[in-house]
């Protein structure tokens, strides 16, 4: 049976160079994509509703 701890501190040892680029990779996706469903969540509020030309009217004449 293969020496296990052996095995595992070897391949730390080879992971440990890669640094954080797997962590800022993720947080990047994921403040980009919040960045995307924020500025959504804001911009749909500035949507009009109202196809009808006549719509508009109907409210001016009653204000």
Do not use: K, Q
């Not at 730390?12 to 962590?23: K, N």
């Not at 990047?28 to 009009?48: C, D, H, I, N």
């Amino acid at each position: 049976m293969p020496d296990t701890i052996d095995a595992a501190a070897a391949l730390l040892a080879e992971a440990a160079p890669e640094g954080l680029g797997d962590t800022l990779r993720i947080v990047l996706l994921a403040s980009l994509v919040g960045g995307v469903l924020l500025a959504w969540f804001l911009l749909r509020g500035y949507r009009t509703e109202d196809t009808d030309a006549d719509s508009n009217t109907v409210d001016d004449a009653n204000a």
